[in-house]
């Protein structure tokens, strides 16, 4: 796996919900942006995958951007916002394995045929009944 840290920019605030007098004033939440354009790391065949497989967590100015506030220090949320890019990054360029095409084997058959069966015959009781079909 590639370490990125270099490459992020990390912005601190006050992290939100229950803490007391820390919360208030302590910025111990950490903000990563990681800007895959200017990244020396990847190759441009890379960044457009990054690009096409991130994107809903790519800004409008090109930024990959994860927060965490989650722990009571800055340092171990920094740590996990390398760590939170680092997946999604080695996630994004994981190459996916081809499905190899297999056909059902006898008892699936056989079972989605009982299901059919089953099916159809809990429709059949939901028509209207005719004095005749007896």
Do not use: C
């Not at 950490?30 to 809903?56: A, M, P, W, Y």
């Amino acid at each position: 796996m590639i370490d990125i840290s270099t490459e992020i920019n990390f912005q601190t605030t006050r992290s939100g919900g229950k803490g007391g007098q820390n919360v208030n004033k302590v910025e111990t939440a950490v903000i990563g942006s990681f800007h895959i354009e200017s990244s020396f790391l990847f190759t441009d065949e890379q960044k457009q995958i990054l690009r096409e497989k991130l994107s809903n967590r790519i800004n409008s100015d090109g930024y990959l951007q994860v927060k965490s506030q989650v722990h009571r220090t800055q340092l171990a949320n920094k740590e996990e916002v390398v760590e939170k890019i680092n997946q999604l990054i080695y996630n994004a360029l994981k190459k996916k394995k081809p499905r190899i095409a297999t056909k059902p084997n006898k008892e699936s058959k056989e079972k989605r045929l009982e299901w059919k069966k089953r099916n159809a015959e809990i429709k059949s009781h939901r028509r209207k009944f005719n004095p005749g079909d007896f």
